[in-house]
């Protein structure tokens, strides 16, 4: 159980992360309405406010550097994994990257894949 919530945390991990990067409005399909994220602590729930959040963002091009991931299973009834990422963000035309932390929190869906419900991102200064 442990190795597949680990296997499932980073695939989705890499994912989201590329998505990101390369083509940020397909993030979308990651998303349901009832989903929700906390960006530097402004809240925004539904797929719809959370890709507009994320598309509109004040730079366009950017390249994720990922340190850790953590993954724990949420609930063994409800099949949920908690992922938790650190790294660094490089932005076009910066010369020093930014350090972030985001966590994830993963559900199934029927079909047998997971969407994001929770999510929650903050830029680490200091």
Avoid: W
Avoid at 87 to 113: N, V
């Amino acid at each position: 159980m442990e190795e597949q919530v680990e296997m499932v945390g980073r695939a989705f991990v890499e994912h989201y992360y590329h998505l990101f990067d390369t083509h940020r409005s397909s993030l979308s399909s990651l998303y349901q309405q009832s989903s929700m994220l906390t960006f530097e602590g402004q809240r925004v729930h539904g797929v719809d406010h959370i890709c507009f959040k994320l598309n509109h963002l004040p730079f366009d091009k950017c390249h994720h550097l990922i340190s850790t991931i953590d993954t724990q299973p949420s609930s063994s009834s409800a099949g949920g994994i908690v992922v938790f990422v650190s790294g660094s963000i490089r932005l076009a035309g910066e010369e020093h990257p930014l350090r972030f932390s985001q966590m994830f929190h993963l559900m199934p869906t029927l079909q047998g894949s997971f969407y994001v419900q929770n999510d929650i991102f903050r830029l680490n200064y200091g």
